[in-house]
């Protein structure tokens, strides 16, 4: 991640890549189409579709803070405050694969020490089982979707391997002594042992299985408000629907998560308007605008409170200069 640039910054260029994909889909798309879609759109849907949102959003910070209870990294941190760190780590959702939201445990570490390489681990542990979770849900609509099977077994055989190469032990601690007898990395060798552990932890057995429940059913919420955005334009109520919706979004955020690209912004857009378009059968304006809205309730929603979240630790608690510089993953 770069140095130098504030998190400010960051957002900014975040919401400027934002604007962009929105500008380019749209006259793609046909921008009056767009439009006018946008304007057909029933916005008494928008409580149902923050409703699931916010679900979302309450069931991840349960799995945060299970990670903390569990790791003896709560101490001193009350709940309160453990929601104030995980809804202020959202405002790093736009950073690539959402890695950004390590700034967590630069904030844990002002509230009670627990060193960053601790804690670190907690955001590799809630990508994986997110990425797992999201796999179970696009899995339910492999069915009615052939075209995307090559895409999820390549995803699949992505994911067994990185939890095979995070748990196997002899692997993890060999690369650590080798780094001990590198002078130009040696220091970095007990943090990485301190995160090796960490993530074992995280990674084990029972832990692994209940976080991915957590998160199954927290994202399968983000699922039901893309049902509802889809409603909110026209597409009659179904359980087909349902399932169209939960592909839809599962697949979507996916891709965008394994690009790497900050919030996935183009790749998520692009691949949620051509699905819904093939699955749904609306039009390309209309399914580029059901894109949009979801993209807001539950990307950029995230975002802004995420931001609330953070400027109300830094009038609690106060930022360094580190914090406010640069992303903490480096500390």
Wanted: a positive charge.
């Amino acid at each position: 991640m770069d140095t130098g640039k504030t998190l400010r910054s960051k957002i900014i260029i975040s919401v400027a890549l934002g604007l962009i994909v929105v500008i380019a889909l749209s006259l793609f798309s046909d921008i009056k189409a767009v439009g006018s879609s946008l304007e057909r759109f029933d916005w008494r849907m928008l409580p149902a579709i923050l409703g699931f949102t916010i679900l979302n959003y309450v069931l991840r910070w349960l799995k945060w803070d299970y990670y903390l209870r569990k790791l003896n990294m709560g101490t001193n941190v009350s709940h309160g405050q453990s929601g104030l760190l995980f809804t202020a780590g959202m405002v790093m959702a736009v950073t690539p694969g959402k890695v950004g939201e390590v700034l967590k445990s630069s904030l844990l570490k002002r509230l009670n020490g627990t060193p960053i390489s601790r804690s670190a681990p907690i955001v590799l542990a809630e990508r994986l089982t997110d990425g797992l979770a999201m796999l179970l849900l696009m899995a339910t609509g492999l069915a009615i979707y052939p075209a995307a099977r090559p895409a999820f077994v390549a995803l699949v055989i992505l994911s067994v391997l990185a939890l095979a190469v995070l748990q196997n032990r002899r692997i993890a601690l060999a690369l650590i002594t080798w780094m001990e007898t590198k002078p130009r990395l040696s220091r970095f060798a007990r943090p990485a042992h301190t995160f090796y552990e960490s993530s074992a932890e995280l990674l084990s057995g029972r832990l692994l299985v209940v976080s991915t429940v957590i998160s199954f059913i927290s994202w399968a919420g983000e699922c039901v408000a893309m049902y509802f955005v889809l409603r909110g334009l026209g597409v009659a109520p179904s359980g087909l629907l349902l399932l169209q919706s939960t592909f839809i979004f599962a697949a979507s955020t996916l891709f965008g998560l394994v690009s790497f690209l900050p919030g996935g912004l183009g790749v998520s857009e692009a691949s949620s308007a051509g699905l819904i378009t093939a699955l749904v059968g609306l039009p390309i304006a209309a399914a580029t605008a059901a894109t949009f809205v979801i993209r807001f309730c539950t990307l950029w929603f995230g975002v802004l409170i995420g931001s609330i979240a953070l400027g109300i630790f830094a009038r609690r608690y106060g930022l360094s200069d580190t914090e406010n510089v640069s992303v903490p993953a480096q500390q």
